[in-house]
């Protein structure tokens, strides 16, 4: 499948509260990860764009659900990243709902792509997502990020780990998408997998 060509993506809102998500319509897509996992540096990636969703050296400043309209046809939503300590817990009080509950009644919600650091494996608040997530049947893609950090050896082990520890969940090593922003890999692949749950493209054009 080719990659769609963007023709736009823009920024649409940043929802703080359930009742200021826009009108579900549009079929979408959420980037869902802990914090400093990549999700800015993947979502640019796959548009195309450079600072179109903002990066940050300092994890855990997305607050908010932020909505990005993509070719008048879909919305990508950058989730608040999870399990940075500095957080105040009061912050980390009002993300957990917030999440929790655009995940349970979202009814646009087309998947949810999972990030994982390539060099971390899944802790507590990472199964606790999986769990949730399978209870209330979304789909998943699961996307192990920073990839050209590990060597071929590595990867084979860590795949592993990971495997089994999400084969509760139904993930085996050909679910999974390695990803580096660097060097472009996963791209593709992921795109087929986005495409996939979006309903296909209707606009396409050569490789970004």
């Known amino acids: 499948m080719t990659i769609p060509q963007i023709l736009s993506a823009e920024y649409s809102l940043s929802a703080y509260r359930g009742d200021q998500c826009p009108p579900g319509g549009l079929p979408e897509v959420a980037f869902l990860g802990r914090s400093n996992v990549g999700k800015s540096t993947l979502i640019n990636s796959l548009l195309g764009r450079q600072k179109l969703v903002r990066t940050s050296s300092r994890p855990g400043c997305t607050r908010a659900l932020n909505f990005f309209l993509i070719n008048q046809r879909w919305n990508f939503v950058d989730l608040p990243g999870f399990g940075y300590a500095a957080v105040s817990k009061d912050v980390k009080a009002s993300w957990g709902p917030l999440v929790l509950s655009y995940l349970a009644r979202r009814e646009s919600l087309a998947a949810v792509v999972f990030l994982q650091d390539s060099r971390r494996l ?87």
């Not at 990867?155 to 139904?170: I, P, Y």
Request: glycine letters at 10%.
């Open 122 to 208: 899944p802790g507590p608040e990472e199964l606790f997502l999986w769990e949730f997530l399978r209870e209330r049947g979304r789909r998943v893609i699961p996307v192990l990020t920073k990839a050209d950090k590990l060597k071929r050896g590595e990867r084979t082990r860590q795949l592993k780990l990971f495997t089994e520890a999400l084969a509760a969940f139904g993930v085996d090593p050909g679910d999974v998408i390695w990803f580096s922003a660097l060097t472009r890999e996963g791209k593709d692949r992921l795109w087929d997998r986005l495409l996939a749950c979006l309903g296909g493209a209707t606009d396409s054009g050569p490789d970004l």
